[in-house]
């Protein structure tokens, strides 16, 4: 640390040396990410309130009314207006917070020494970090040959230490929407948790369902699902950190809340004290301003391009995992592993992803990708592939 500090210029010069090695969305090449450009009036709302503190809201009542509506609003577009919640920092946290509650509503109704949770095989990193956190077992449900979750083998794993199932209503790796109506009729009938994990797909489902997609509930319509995580940090095109964690019902806040002494809210639910206001800001400003049709719109065009690279990488000869559902396409080329096509894509200036279950080179149709930067990826891998034989 050096005793004289710098003036503002030369602060933000030595900034922008560091930036310049960042990738930019804008670019194109970003093809394995499920973050996107921030909308510019999500992200002015987003400055405007830097110095909210959702942490204190007796301070901040205006904020505080802002991340209520927020919650109601997406409640309507999840089937459940009166939902309960918080805007948060992403959906690991919000998943956190859902398993947090359902492992506290057990120990009050049904009490076991072996806590553990069912989720997918296919479900996020961030339940193993859960698990981890907050004592529980991690009980893996097989897949089926779709990808979602096996029922039977969620049966099978179903016990007296049961505390929660989970299910992925758009998987991280492929895009699949698990049956949540079954895991609701399943859960309900065993008294069980369920949590749905609507991260990615919380903003694009419902959409694509009002456009006529044939999707099968997910939210809160289905009796059994208790809470659901939606990230409007992904498809909701907000600024980072934005996820939001919705509860059917009071109680499940109430069960995991703490009494704050020197703030102005008696009890506080988050996990995180000090939180920023601008996120439930930039939430609210971008539902406003996009409405469901402005969602729908980029719900089509980015199905449009998923589409579209479906159809190239089919007809140049590479093969599909399955069938999009969502906005990402996962493929092989039945001659490059994909750790190797992924280097050597890199080599070229994409940056793609690649699936662990199964392995292959994964890309997620953000709205920052487009028709013409699917154009020059397919001349570069068809390069690739050629050059392989
Ligand atoms: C992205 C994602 C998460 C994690 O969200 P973060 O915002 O990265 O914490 C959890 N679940 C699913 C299904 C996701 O796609």
Same mark, same amino acid.
């Not at 003036?7 to 930036?19: N, T, Y």
């Not at 194109?28 to 909308?39: D, E, K, Q, V």
């Not at 797909?201 to 997609?213: D, N, Q, R, V, Y």
């Given at each position: 640390?050096?005793?004289?500090?710098?003036?503002?210029?030369?602060?933000?010069?030595?900034?922008?040396?560091?930036?310049?090695?960042?990738?930019?969305?804008?670019?194109?090449?970003?093809?394995?990410?499920?973050?996107?450009?921030?909308?510019?009036?999500?992200? !002015?709302?987003?400055? +405007?309130?830097?110095?909210?503190?959702?942490?204190?809201?007796?301070?901040?009542?205006?904020? =505080?009314?802002?991340?209520?509506?927020?919650?109601?609003? #997406?409640? $309507?577009?999840?089937?459940?207006?009166?939902?309960?919640?918080?805007?948060?920092?992403?959906?690991?946290?919000?998943?956190?917070?859902?398993?947090?509650?359902?492992?506290?509503?057990?120990?009050?109704?049904?009490?076991?020494?072996?806590?553990?949770?069912?989720?997918? =095989?296919?479900?996020?990193?961030?339940?193993? !970090?859960?698990? +981890?956190?907050?004592?529980?077992?991690?009980?893996?449900?097989?897949? +089926?040959?779709?990808?979602?979750?096996?029922?039977?083998?969620?049966?099978?794993?179903?016990?007296?230490?049961?505390?929660?199932?989970?299910?992925?209503?758009?998987?991280?790796?492929?895009?699949?929407?698990?049956?949540?109506?079954?895991?609701?009729?399943?859960? *309900?009938?065993?008294?069980?948790?369920?949590?749905?994990?609507?991260?990615?797909?919380?903003?694009?489902?419902?959409?694509?369902?009002?456009?006529?997609?044939?999707?099968?509930?997910?939210?809160? !319509?289905?009796?059994?699902?208790?809470?659901?995580?939606?990230?409007?940090?992904?498809?909701?095109?907000?600024?980072?950190?934005?996820?939001?964690?919705?509860?059917?019902? =009071?109680?499940? #806040?109430?069960?995991?809340?703490?009494?704050?002494?020197?703030?102005?809210?008696?009890?506080?639910?988050?996990?995180?004290?000090?939180?920023?206001?601008?996120?439930?800001?930039?939430?609210?400003?971008?539902?406003?301003?996009?409405?469901?049709?402005?969602?729908?719109?980029?719900?089509?065009?980015?199905?449009?391009?998923?589409?579209?690279?479906?159809?190239?990488?089919? $007809?140049?000869?590479?093969?599909?995992?399955?069938?999009?559902?969502? *906005?990402?396409?996962?493929?092989?080329?039945?001659?490059?592993?994909?750790?190797?096509?992924?280097?050597?894509?890199?080599?070229?200036?994409?940056?793609?992803?690649?699936?662990?279950?199964?392995?292959?080179?994964?890309?997620?149709?953000?709205?920052?990708?487009?028709?013409?930067?699917?154009?020059?990826?397919?001349?570069?891998? =068809?390069?690739?592939?050629?050059?392989?034989?």
């Amino acid at each position: 640390m050096d005793r004289k500090g710098l003036s503002p210029g030369l602060v933000f010069d030595k900034l922008k040396k560091f930036q310049e090695n960042d990738m930019d969305y804008k670019s194109g090449r970003i093809l394995g990410s499920m973050c996107t450009c921030a909308h510019p009036v999500a992200k !002015k709302a987003y400055c +405007d309130f830097l110095e909210s503190n959702l942490g204190d809201p007796g301070l901040f009542k205006g904020t =505080k009314a802002l991340e209520d509506e927020v919650i109601s609003l #997406l409640g $309507s577009f999840l089937g459940c207006k009166s939902a309960y919640g918080h805007v948060i920092t992403g959906g690991t946290e919000g998943n956190l917070m859902a398993i947090r509650a359902a492992r506290n509503m057990a120990r009050i109704n049904s009490p076991t020494s072996s806590p553990e949770i069912i989720v997918p =095989k296919s479900a996020h990193f961030s339940f193993k !970090k859960a698990a +981890d956190i907050l004592g529980l077992k991690l009980m893996e449900a097989e897949l +089926d040959e779709n990808y979602k979750i096996d029922l039977d083998s969620v049966q099978e794993l179903i016990s007296s230490r049961t505390v929660a199932v989970v299910g992925v209503a758009g998987t991280t790796e492929l895009g699949k929407v698990d049956p949540i109506g079954e895991l609701s009729r399943i859960c *309900n009938e065993k008294n069980i948790y369920l949590h749905v994990d609507a991260a990615f797909g919380g903003f694009i489902i419902p959409f694509l369902k009002e456009m006529g997609f044939k999707i099968p509930e997910f939210n809160f !319509k289905l009796s059994g699902v208790s809470s659901i995580t939606v990230d409007p940090h992904k498809l909701g095109l907000t600024p980072i950190p934005t996820g939001c964690i919705l509860f059917r019902e =009071k109680k499940f #806040l109430d069960v995991m809340s703490i009494e704050t002494p020197y703030l102005t809210e008696k009890q506080q639910s988050t996990i995180v004290g000090t939180r920023t206001g601008a996120s439930a800001a930039a939430t609210w400003a971008i539902l406003k301003y996009m409405g469901k049709e402005g969602y729908m719109k980029i719900a089509s065009s980015t199905m449009e391009v998923t589409n579209f690279l479906a159809r190239e990488l089919t $007809s140049s000869g590479f093969e599909l995992v399955s069938e999009p559902e969502l *906005n990402i396409v996962a493929f092989n080329s039945g001659k490059i592993p994909a750790k190797e096509l992924s280097t050597k894509l890199k080599q070229k200036g994409w940056v793609v992803s690649v699936s662990a279950c199964p392995p292959a080179i994964r890309i997620v149709l953000m709205p920052h990708i487009r028709k013409e930067h699917i154009v020059e990826f397919m001349d570069d891998l =068809k390069s690739i592939q050629k050059s392989a034989l």
